[in-house]
């Protein structure tokens, strides 16, 4: 047995290649920083490489889809814990063949092939309903009731600044230099800037 077909170098190229997926949809996620992607590629080209030695099954890399496919199912299907039990199986059965050493056989652990699908399966499962229910969800507060309400100024109007309104932060502009502690009113809202004038009436 070489190195390369060794368990422990498979174990080690199969966690790579999920570390650069959880990397990769992290950068998707969060992008700006630059740090995500760079090792999203790092680890990614590093199981790259390492397929070179070891490839890749064919038909393990047909179960993997499967298991995603059942993972899609369980966001937008009843039963999503039915889904994802079967995700899990069809992830966990095609990471332990992923890889076809020299030997043949289970490249992978299976105890480490289901750790591994099941905290990935339960990370993006919860994410990503969290992200859906969020977006479905009614603001807390409806934005069009802050119109004519008094606000407290928290960093001076200059013309722009902020304020609190409705229990909330609100980005502000007036066309008058207010300071912070003053109290104004709401008049109107462009987006999300509130358009405020002082508290008394204008002569």
């Not at 070489?2 to 997926?21: E, R």
């Not at 039990?85 to 289901?114: K, M």
């Not at 009731?145 to 109007?157: M, Q, Y």
């Amino acid at each position: 047995m070489t190195i390369v077909d060794s368990p422990l170098f498979l174990s080690l190229l199969y966690l790579l290649l999920v570390a650069g997926i959880w990397m990769s949809a992290l950068a998707v996620v969060n992008p700006g920083t630059g740090v995500l992607e760079i090792l999203a590629l790092v680890a990614l080209g590093g199981a790259g490489l390492g397929t070179i030695f070891v490839p890749l099954s064919a038909w393990a890399l047909i179960v993997l889809a499967l298991g995603g496919v059942l993972f899609i199912a369980s966001l937008r299907l009843p039963r999503p814990e039915i889904w994802l039990i079967f995700s899990a199986l069809a992830l966990s059965v095609g990471s332990v063949f992923l890889f076809q050493p020299e030997g043949g056989g289970a490249a992978v652990s299976p105890l480490l092939a289901l750790t591994v699908s099941l905290l990935t399966l339960g990370y993006f499962w919860w994410a990503i309903r969290s992200a859906i229910i969020a977006q479905q969800s009614r603001p807390a507060i409806d934005p069009t009731r802050v119109i004519g309400e008094i606000a407290e100024v928290r960093t001076e109007l200059n013309p722009v600044g902020s304020v609190y309104a409705l229990g909330e932060l609100w980005t502000a502009r007036s066309e008058d230099r207010i300071r912070a502690g003053k109290e104004v009113k709401v008049v109107d809202r462009e987006g999300l800037m509130l358009l405020v004038e002082p508290k008394e009436e204008r002569k």
